[in-house]
C-alpha cells in the first residue's frame, strides 16, 4: 500500500509512520510543518518522492533535501497517487488539503477533527463530487465506527464518548492559576500540545461531540460524555432496544490509526455510512492486552469545565458558530501557552466571541471571513484580563 502523511512529524503523523512500518507499506507523499530535522530522518528511512513543508522553511528545506521534490502546496501533496491519505495536520490548517484529499477522490484517515467540528457539509460535498472517502482516526470516533459496523444508523438511541477527564479531574478546586506545564501533563495519553491543553479543560470532548455529530449524522443532543479515567473504554453506542455495544483498547493511538489507514479504502461517503473493514494484522504487540483492574465512569463537571458547554451550545446552534469557536479557541490556547493570559480565561474569551459571532450560513467564503473574524476578536479579548 502507498501512503501519504501530513503533519508527517507531529504525534499522530509519527505514530502512522510507526504503522507504515510495521506493516512494510510504501510512503508517497509526506507533508510537514518546519521540523525539518525530522523530517529530513524520515525522508532518509521512508524515501518518498514529495515533500511538503510551511512555506517559511520552504527555501532551507530545498537545500536540506536535494534528493526529493519540496513542495509549500500541502493541498497539491494531499492529491497525489496514494491508496489512503493519512491527515495528521493540527488546527484549521488542515481543512483545505482534507478537502481537496476527498475532492480528488482519496482514501483518506482523518485525525484533523477541525474539519468535521467546522465544515462538515462541505467535507461531504466534496466527498459526493470527488468520490473520496473518510475514516476518522480519533480513538473515540473509530470507536464509534467500530460499535456502528454490521448495525443500521436508524436504531442508535446514543452515542457516549468516554473523556479522560485531563490532568484536572480531581482537582485542584482552583483553577485560576493552574500553568502551561500543568495542563500539558495528559493522564493518559502523549499527544501535541493543542489537544493537550483541550483535553484539559475538556474542549477537546467538546470538538469531539461536534465531530462525532457531523461524521455520524447525529443530533448533539444524542451525543453524550462520561467521565472515564483509565481511557480503555474509547466509546459506547446505545440502541433503541436498551442494549449497549462499547469499544475498548489499550491507549494506544497506532490501533485506531491502523484501524482507520485498513478502512479509508472502503470508508463513509456520507454521514453514518459504516461499512467497517478487514482488520489488519496485530499493531504493536496488542493482541494480548489485559481486561484487569477498575473502570470507572461518572458525569462530567460543566461548572468546572464550561469549555464542555461552550462546544454544545456551538455545536447546536450550528452555522457558522462551530467556526468561531474553533478559531476563538485555537488563539486562547496559543496565549495561554505563551503565558498571555490565564487557564481561566480560555473560556471567558471562547465565550466572547461566541456571544458576538455573526449569523449566517456555512460557504468557503463566510468559513474564512468567520475564522478571520474570530481570530481577530478573540486576540482583543484575549489582551483583557478578566
Ligand atoms: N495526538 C493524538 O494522540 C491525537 C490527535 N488528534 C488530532 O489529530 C490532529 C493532529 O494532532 P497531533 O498529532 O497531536 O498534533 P501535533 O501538534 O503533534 O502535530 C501537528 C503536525 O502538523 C504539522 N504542520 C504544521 N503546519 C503544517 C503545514 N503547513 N503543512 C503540513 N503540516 C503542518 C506539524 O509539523 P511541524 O511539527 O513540522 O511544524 C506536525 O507534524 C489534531 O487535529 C488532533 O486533535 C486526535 C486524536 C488523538
Ligand atoms: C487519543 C485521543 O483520541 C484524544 O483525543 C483523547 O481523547 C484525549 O483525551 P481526553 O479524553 O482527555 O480528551
Ligand atoms: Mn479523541
Redesign the pocket.
Given at each position: 500500500m502507498k501512503v501519504t502523511v501530513l503533519g508527517s512529524t507531529g504525534s499522530i503523523g509519527t505514530q502512522a509512520l510507526d504503522v507504515v512500518r510495521e506493516r512494510g507499506w510504501s510512503v508517497g507523499t509526506l507533508a510537514a510543518g518546519r521540523n525539518l530535522e525530522l523530517l529530513a530522518a524520515q525522508v532518509r528511512e521512508f524515501r518518498p518522492e514529495v515533500v511538503s513543508v510551511d512555506a517559511s522553511v520552504y527555501a532551507a528545506a530545498r537545500d536540506r533535501l536535494p534528493h526529493v521534490i519540496v513542495t509549500s502546496d500541502v493541498s497539491g501533496a494531499a492529491v497525489r497517487p496514494a491508496d489512503v491519505v493519512v491527515n495528521a495536520m493540527s488546527g484549521l490548517i488542515g481543512l483545505e488539503p482534507t478537502r481537496a484529499a476527498l475532492l480528488a477522490g482519496q482514501a483518506v484517515a482523518l485525525a484533523t477533527k477541525e474539519a468535521m467540528v467546522t465544515a462538515a457539509h462541505l467535507m461531504w460535498e466534496a466527498a459526493a463530487a470527488g468520490g473520496g472517502r473518510v475514516v476518522p482516526v480519533?480513538?473515540?470516533h473509530t470507536g464509534v465506527y467500530q460499535c456502528l459496523t454490521g448495525e443500521h444508523i436508524g436504531d442508535v438511541a446514543e452515542v457516549i464518548l468516554?473523556?479522560?477527564?485531563?490532568p484536572f479531574r480531581d482537582g485542584p478546586a482552583d483553577l485560576s492559576r493552574v500553568t502551561p506545564a500543568q495542563a500539558l501533563k495528559?493522564p493518559?495519553?502523549t499527544?501535541g500540545p493543542k489537544?493537550t491543553i483541550?483535553?484539559s479543560t475538556l474542549m477537546?470532548?467538546g470538538l469531539?461531540v461536534m465531530e462525532c455529530a457531523s461524521l455520524y449524522g447525529l443530533p448533539m443532543t444524542q451525543v453524550g460524555v462520561v467521565i472515564h479515567p483509565q481511557?480503555l473504554m474509547h466509546a459506547a453506542v446505545r440502541f433503541r432496544d436498551g442494549s449497549l455495544k462499547a469499544q475498548f483498547g489499550p491507549t494506544d493511538?497506532r490501533l485506531p490509526i491502523a484501524y482507520a489507514m485498513d478502512a479509508a479504502p472502503t470508508g463513509m461517503t456520507h454521514p453514518g455510512d459504516v461499512r467497517g473493514t478487514r482488520r489488519g494484522p496485530e499493531v504493536a504487540g496488542h493482541v494480548a492486552w489485559p481486561l484487569r483492574g477498575e473502570w470507572q465512569f461518572r458525569d462530567p463537571d460543566l461548572d468546572r469545565f464550561p469549555c464542555l458547554a461552550l462546544a454544545y451550545r456551538a455545536g447546536t446552534g450550528g452555522r457558522l458558530l462551530p467556526v468561531a469557536l474553533n478559531a476563538a479557541d485555537e488563539v486562547a490556547v496559543d496565549a495561554f501557552l505563551a503565558g498571555r493570559i490565564g487557564y481561566l480565561d480560555i473560556p471567558r474569551v471562547i465565550g466572547g466571541v461566541l456571544d458576538e459571532t455573526p449569523a449566517g450560513d456555512l460557504t468557503w467564503d463566510t468559513l474564512h471571513a468567520t475564522d478571520a473574524w474570530a481570530r481577530i476578536r478573540a486576540g482583543e479579548l484575549c489582551g483583557v484580563r478578566a
Open positions: 480519533d480513538s473515540e468516554t473523556a479522560s477527564g485531563g495528559h493518559s495519553w499527544m489537544v483541550d483535553s477537546n470532548k469531539e481511557s493511538m
